[in-house]
């Protein structure tokens, strides 16, 4: 997800429906509201690179990571927790570096310096290797993962990521849901975050970061190895390009694209059960 100019990339809370006659608006038009989600069995924090890293855990079984986008939390993942963990998995949670309960640190946003994160708090619980679930820049993070630490990820499913600066959609940041969205991510930081009069600040961070990144050239996509990677995203994505998506699975060798019908850029809460059933496959392979 996107800061400023990217905002609407965002993950963190869901709009809910403005419109009274719901039935008659299609899903990938609406934003419900997300499951609240389980309190962690085990939360902690990671001191890492000038930062201090929430994770939290739940279940049993192998592990899987979940990854939020930008602006957003852990707290976005309500709707799949129950289901990954009902599928016998130890799910992961991490709030990204400044985001929801984790600080920012002293050094400029990067989406390697959060990837170094990741592998910070696997580290702290003893894991090897792990599985993947990312959202937005979450999924851009996986997909990092993939390329600079192969050797500590068993598979990738990356949903609505963004690998380099022309994949955006023309005219994404002038949706009128914009500044409500904002509001509502506002509202969620001051409630979670350890300096919660900070949204501005990692607004700013966030925005500073996306003007150069993510700029990963074909050579370095293609020169991934780690297995079973999926390229997800909603038959009706708003803010990326079909072009790149199609692009991102010919390109990165192996990959499989899968595109979830009649949802956009916020599948996991329009149509949950379609988006579970989804990793959940993927996690079987």
Not at 42 to 54: F, K, M, N, S
Not at 162 to 167: G, H, I, T
Not at 193 to 203: M, N, V, Y
């Amino acid at each position: 997800m996107l800061p400023t100019t990217s905002v609407l990339l965002a993950m963190a809370l869901i709009l809910p429906s403005t419109t009274s006659n719901v039935s008659s608006i299609p899903t990938w038009q609406t934003l419900p509201v997300e499951q609240p989600l389980s309190p962690p069995t085990q939360e902690g924090y990671v001191d890492h690179d000038g930062a201090r890293i929430w994770y939290g855990t739940l279940g049993k079984g192998e592990p899987v990571i979940l990854l939020h986008g930008g602006m957003a939390s852990s707290l976005s993942w309500g709707n799949q927790v129950p289901a990954l963990v009902e599928s016998h998995h130890k799910v992961i949670l991490i709030d990204s570096r400044g985001h929801g309960r984790s600080t920012l640190g002293p050094y400029p946003l990067s989406y390697e310096r959060m990837e170094s994160d990741v592998v910070a708090v696997m580290d702290k619980l003893h894991l090897k290797k792990a599985s993947f679930v990312g959202w937005s820049d979450g999924a851009n993070i996986s997909l990092i993962m993939a390329m600079k630490n192969p050797e500590r990820v068993n598979g990738v499913y990356a949903f609505g990521a963004n690998m380099n600066l022309e994949s955006i959609v023309p005219g994404t940041f002038t949706s009128p849901i914009l500044s409500e969205l904002a509001t509502r991510l506002a509202k969620t930081y001051a409630r979670i975050s350890p300096t919660p009069d900070g949204f501005g600040t990692l607004h700013e961070a966030l925005e500073t970061m996306q003007k150069k990144e993510p700029n990963y050239s074909t050579q370095e996509l293609a020169a991934i190895k780690a297995p079973n990677i999926v390229i997800a995203d909603g038959e009706h994505e708003e803010f990326i390009t079909r072009a790149h998506t199609t692009y991102l699975a010919a390109t990165i060798p192996g990959a499989k694209l899968i595109i979830l019908p009649d949802v956009s850029h916020f599948a996991p809460w329009q149509a949950p059960t379609t988006f579970n059933n989804s990793i959940v496959q993927f996690l079987k392979n």
